[in-house]
């Protein structure tokens, strides 16, 4: 049974950090892409980031580039989300996904791709 668990949400003000962490298990992690999606209130399901296995090969949405660095540790089967200069509007439930990484980076931005979901970690960023 395939199982990923975030943590790492939580309450921070404007231009503050948090680093969010999903572990994943019951899957062979270096087979899969992983990603971070968010959700706030009212709106869809947004991409924010995905690595490959290697960690060199990543993407951001361009709302978080040069604030979010998305890193993974596959001896401990976990990626990460470091998320610097916070601001209000990326207040959100975040989800960390995982998807075949036999697919082009283009295609990994949408949710529809990946296999297999978090259950999400609150973020709330205040002004």
């Known amino acids: 049974q395939v199982q990923l668990v975030e943590s790492g949400g939580g309450l921070v003000q404007a231009g503050g950090s948090l680093r969010l962490s999903c572990e994943a298990s019951?899957?062979?992690?270096?087979?899969?892409?992983m990603g971070w999606f968010r959700q706030a209130p009212g709106k869809e399901r947004e991409f924010v980031a995905t690595?490959?296995?290697?960690?060199?090969?990543?993407y951001y949405t361009d709302s978080v580039k040069g604030r979010f660095t998305i890193s993974r540790d596959n001896a401990k089967n976990t990626v990460y989300l470091q998320m610097n200069s916070l601001k209000p509007e990326d207040t959100a439930v975040y989800y960390c996904?995982?998807?075949?990484?036999?697919?082009?980076?283009?295609?990994?931005?949408?949710?529809?791709?990946?296999?297999?979901w978090g259950q999400g970690t609150q973020v709330t960023v205040s002004s």
């Open positions: 996904a995982a998807a075949l990484q036999a697919q082009p980076m283009s295609v990994l931005s949408n949710p529809s791709r990946y296999l297999y």
């Open positions: 019951g899957l062979t992690f270096r087979n899969y892409a």
């Open positions: 690595t490959r296995w290697s960690g060199s090969n990543t």
